[in-house]
Protein backbone atom coordinates (compact mmCIF):
# COMPACT_ATOMS: atom_id res chain seq x y z
CA UNK A 1 0.00 0.00 0.00
CA UNK A 2 1.48 3.61 -1.31
CA UNK A 3 2.31 6.00 1.69
CA UNK A 4 0.38 8.03 0.69
CA UNK A 5 -2.72 6.35 1.24
CA UNK A 6 -1.52 6.13 4.65
CA UNK A 7 -2.25 8.14 7.78
CA UNK A 8 -0.16 8.70 10.89
CA UNK A 9 -1.92 8.02 14.05
CA UNK A 10 -0.80 9.03 17.56
CA UNK A 11 -1.18 6.33 20.40
CA UNK A 12 -0.43 5.90 23.71
CA UNK A 13 -0.26 2.15 25.68
CA UNK A 14 -0.88 3.03 29.42
CA UNK A 15 0.35 0.46 31.77
CA UNK A 16 -1.42 0.06 34.84
CA UNK A 17 -0.69 -0.82 38.24
CA UNK A 18 3.15 -2.25 36.54
CA UNK A 19 5.21 -4.30 39.38
CA UNK A 20 7.32 -1.99 40.68
CA UNK A 21 10.92 -1.30 39.77
CA UNK A 22 10.30 -3.87 36.49
CA UNK A 23 11.91 -2.12 33.33
CA UNK A 24 9.15 -1.78 30.71
CA UNK A 25 9.77 -1.01 27.08
CA UNK A 26 8.30 -0.62 23.62
CA UNK A 27 9.94 -3.27 21.14
CA UNK A 28 11.34 -1.89 18.25
CA UNK A 29 11.36 -3.46 15.05
CA UNK A 30 14.95 -4.93 15.56
CA UNK A 31 13.42 -6.17 19.11
CA UNK A 32 15.40 -4.18 20.77
CA UNK A 33 13.76 -2.38 23.53
CA UNK A 34 12.72 1.10 22.72
CA UNK A 35 11.64 4.51 25.69
CA UNK A 36 12.69 1.94 28.34
CA UNK A 37 11.13 2.70 31.75
CA UNK A 38 10.02 1.48 35.15
CA UNK A 39 8.14 2.42 38.09
CA UNK A 40 8.94 2.93 41.22
CA UNK A 41 5.71 2.17 43.31
CA UNK A 42 3.21 1.07 40.87
CA UNK A 43 2.84 4.36 39.28
CA UNK A 44 1.67 3.88 35.68
CA UNK A 45 3.90 3.82 32.47
CA UNK A 46 3.31 5.46 29.57
CA UNK A 47 4.50 4.78 25.97
CA UNK A 48 4.14 6.94 22.98
CA UNK A 49 4.52 6.52 19.28
CA UNK A 50 2.87 6.33 16.30
CA UNK A 51 1.57 4.03 13.51
CA UNK A 52 0.54 4.44 10.32
CA UNK A 53 -3.19 3.31 8.70
CA UNK A 54 -4.31 2.76 5.76
CA UNK A 55 -7.67 1.54 4.03
CA UNK A 56 -9.10 -2.28 6.05
CA UNK A 57 -7.86 -0.56 8.59
CA UNK A 58 -4.24 -2.01 7.68
CA UNK A 59 -1.70 -0.47 10.43
CA UNK A 60 2.09 0.00 9.54
CA UNK A 61 4.94 1.04 11.74
CA UNK A 62 8.66 0.38 13.33
CA UNK A 63 6.20 -0.61 16.49
CA UNK A 64 3.69 -3.01 14.85
CA UNK A 65 3.64 -6.63 14.60
CA UNK A 66 1.32 -8.77 12.69
CA UNK A 67 0.07 -12.25 12.67
CA UNK A 68 -1.73 -13.92 10.22
CA UNK A 69 -3.46 -11.65 7.75
CA UNK A 70 -5.45 -9.66 9.92
CA UNK A 71 -3.88 -9.45 13.65
CA UNK A 72 -1.79 -6.55 14.10
CA UNK A 73 -0.41 -5.73 17.96
CA UNK A 74 2.14 -4.20 19.69
CA UNK A 75 4.97 -5.69 22.09
CA UNK A 76 4.98 -3.96 25.49
CA UNK A 77 9.13 -6.19 26.93
CA UNK A 78 8.98 -6.58 30.57
CA UNK A 79 12.26 -7.43 32.30
CA UNK A 80 15.16 -8.84 30.19
CA UNK A 81 13.06 -8.16 26.79
CA UNK A 82 13.31 -4.54 28.23
CA UNK A 83 17.05 -4.42 29.23
CA UNK A 84 17.14 -5.37 32.65
CA UNK A 85 19.63 -8.28 32.16
CA UNK A 86 19.56 -9.02 35.71
CA UNK A 87 15.49 -8.84 35.89
CA UNK A 88 13.71 -12.17 37.00
CA UNK A 89 11.35 -11.39 34.26
CA UNK A 90 11.70 -12.22 30.50
CA UNK A 91 8.62 -11.24 29.16
CA UNK A 92 6.33 -9.80 26.66
CA UNK A 93 2.93 -7.91 26.92
CA UNK A 94 1.01 -8.27 23.18
CA UNK A 95 -1.44 -5.32 22.47
CA UNK A 96 -3.74 -5.56 19.68
CA UNK A 97 -4.11 -2.71 17.93
CA UNK A 98 -6.06 -4.43 14.95
CA UNK A 99 -9.68 -4.10 16.65
CA UNK A 100 -9.25 0.08 16.89
CA UNK A 101 -12.69 1.09 15.48
CA UNK A 102 -12.75 3.08 12.52
CA UNK A 103 -14.86 6.07 14.61
CA UNK A 104 -11.29 5.81 17.01
CA UNK A 105 -9.36 5.95 13.87
CA UNK A 106 -11.12 8.86 12.20
CA UNK A 107 -11.35 10.76 14.97
CA UNK A 108 -7.65 10.75 16.14
CA UNK A 109 -6.89 11.47 12.43
CA UNK A 110 -9.29 14.66 12.11
CA UNK A 111 -8.99 15.69 15.42
CA UNK A 112 -4.99 15.16 16.17
CA UNK A 113 -6.08 13.42 19.26
CA UNK A 114 -4.51 10.42 20.59
CA UNK A 115 -5.79 6.70 21.24
CA UNK A 116 -4.98 5.88 24.35
CA UNK A 117 -5.34 1.85 25.40
CA UNK A 118 -4.85 1.81 29.00
CA UNK A 119 -3.32 -2.34 30.37
CA UNK A 120 -2.90 -3.71 33.64
CA UNK A 121 0.68 -4.56 34.17
CA UNK A 122 0.43 -6.85 36.93
CA UNK A 123 -1.03 -10.63 36.60
CA UNK A 124 -3.66 -12.40 38.98
CA UNK A 125 -0.71 -13.80 40.66
CA UNK A 126 1.17 -10.49 41.53
CA UNK A 127 4.09 -10.66 38.78
CA UNK A 128 4.16 -9.10 35.80
CA UNK A 129 1.32 -9.74 32.82
CA UNK A 130 2.56 -11.15 30.13
CA UNK A 131 0.86 -13.05 26.45
CA UNK A 132 -1.88 -11.10 25.35
CA UNK A 133 -3.54 -8.56 27.53
CA UNK A 134 -6.76 -6.87 26.71
CA UNK A 135 -7.50 -3.44 27.27
CA UNK A 136 -9.13 -2.02 30.69
CA UNK A 137 -9.80 1.07 28.15
CA UNK A 138 -9.56 2.54 24.84
CA UNK A 139 -10.47 6.23 24.41
CA UNK A 140 -8.96 9.58 22.48
CA UNK A 141 -7.27 12.19 24.44
CA UNK A 142 -5.80 15.25 24.27
CA UNK A 143 -2.41 15.39 22.98
Not at 16 to 45: M, T, W, Y
Request: glycine residues 10%; charged residues 30%.
Amino acid sequence: MPWTDQRPINLRIVVERPVAGVLHSLQAKDESPLDPKSSRKGEPLVFDFQVRVGAGPKFFGDQVRREGPLRRFVYICVGQYAGDASSPWSRRMKIDIHDIGNDLLDRAADGGGVIETTVSGTDKDGTPACATVRPTRRRIVER
